[in-house]
Every structure is written in C-alpha cells, then in structure tokens.
Antibody, heavy 117, light 114 residues
Framework: QVQLVESGGGVVQPGRSLRLSCAASGFIFTDYTIHWVRQAPRKGLEWVAVISYDGSNKYYADSVKGRFTISRDNSKNTLFLQMNSLSTEDTAVYYC??????????WGQGTLVTVSS | DIVMTQSPDSLAVSLGERATINCKSSQSVLYSSNNKNYLAWYQQKAGQPPKLLIYWASTRESGVPDRFSGSGSGTDFTLTISSLQAEDVAVYYCQQYYDTLPYTFGQGTKLEIK
C-alpha cells in the first residue's frame, strides 16, 4: 500500500537548521511530483514546496523561499526538506503529500518541528 | 494568490442530518478549455493527516462514502454530507489547484455533532 513516512522533526533553536525526510513506498516514486505542506499548531494548512518527479523543477512558498530547499533521491525513494535560518513561525507539523495530478491524493503522518529557544 | 474563504468556521449538526460547508475563491478556478473546476476537498480528523475526499469539485475519491458530495463552479463551492455520521467529525478544507504557485487552502471548517 502507499506509504509516506516523514522523519527528522524535533526541537531546534531559532536560526538553526533541520533536515526532514520523507520515505516513500508502495508506488512508483519516480512517477510523482511530491509536496511539503505544513500545519502550525491549531492552524490550517500551508503549502511549502514542490518538486517534480525528476527533481528538475522546484518551487517554494514566499514564506520559505531562500531558506528552505526541497530535493529528492529517486534511487532511495526519499524526499527531503532542508530548512535553514529557522524561526518560531516555522513551528508546525510538516507533511509530505503526493500529487496525482494537481490535487494531493495521499499524505504522510507528518513530523513535528518546534523552533524554540 | 487565490484566496480561499470557507464558511462557516465551525458547524454543529445532529446525527443523520445534512451538513453543508461553503468555499469561495477570490477568482474563478474554472479552466475554460476543459470545463473543469480545479478544486479539492480534504477531511482532517484529530491527530491525523488530511485525507482527499473530492477533486475536480465534484468527483469523489475512491472509497469515500457517497454521503459526501461536492458541487459548485467558478468561485463558489459546497461540500455536503447528506446524513452526518459520528465518524465525520473533523475539520474540512477546500483547496484550489488552478493557480498552483502557490497552492492555497481555505482556513478550515470544524464539524461537530450537535
């Protein structure tokens, strides 16, 4: 069955970095564009970034542009999100989500990132 | 950016009754060349990730009960649950994918049992 499993979340101080991973299984990873979407505590959903099936195209929300980098390793069926210069406003559950097409047909369980001093 | 506005913010409905959630986009999400509305609905239960319910505004995802239906076109959309069940308690989000940079979601509607 389709699985997306995020990892790498935790507590980090403002200004520091963190790298999230999303391990995919149960489908042909290289066929799909994948997104990161986040949800601040008790808040709604915010799209963060997207990467095309082959990694050639990447786009970001304005709120993270220049600080976050999305990437993928298709040989390992894994998506990444490198997050630099973190601020308290980045505190959220981060989900990876599969695009099929345009809408998001499957989401991982999420990983919590807490930015706090 | 396309702004998605849902109403109401919260809703309490009795079991077996109809629940209606509205979603309005700041510009049309109807693509004239294929006559498709680029709008999806998601359900998020407490402690769980979002789950796709409806796409193209009215197409039910596989496995979604037929008490869930989507309607509307252009800028105004509705998610209807025809007969509310206890397991439908959740927050519901609409999302547009017409203008994908950025993808945008509504603020969510919390559905509870009256």
């Amino acid at each position: 069955q389709v699985q997306l499993v995020e990892s790498g979340g935790g507590v980090v101080q403002p200004g520091r970095s963190l790298r999230l991973s999303c391990a995919a299984s149960g489908f042909i990873f290289t066929d799909y564009t994948i997104h990161w979407v986040r949800q601040a505590p008790r808040k709604g959903l915010e799209w963060v970034a997207v990467i095309s099936y082959d990694g050639s195209n990447k786009y970001y929300a304005d709120s993270v542009k220049g600080r976050f980098t999305i990437s993928r390793d298709n040989s390992k069926n894994t998506l990444f999100l490198q997050m630099n210069s973190l601020s308290t406003e980045d505190t959220a559950v981060y989900y990876c989500a599969r695009e099929s097409p345009y809408y998001f047909d499957f989401w991982g369980q999420g990983t919590l990132v807490t930015v706090s001093s | 950016d396309i702004v998605m506005t849902q109403s109401p913010d919260s809703l309490a409905v009795s079991l077996g009754e109809r629940a209606t959630i509205n979603c309005k986009s700041s510009q049309s999400v109807l693509y004239s060349s294929n006559n498709k509305n680029y709008l999806a609905w998601y359900q998020q239960k407490a402690g769980q990730p979002p789950k796709l319910l409806i796409y193209w505004a009215s197409t039910r995802e596989s496995g979604v009960p037929d008490r869930f239906s989507g309607s509307g076109s252009g800028t105004d959309f509705t998610l209807t649950i025809s007969s509310l069940q206890a397991e439908d308690v959740a927050v519901y989000y609409c999302q547009q994918y017409y203008d994908t940079l950025p993808y945008t979601f509504g603020q969510g509607t919390k559905l509870e049992i009256k």
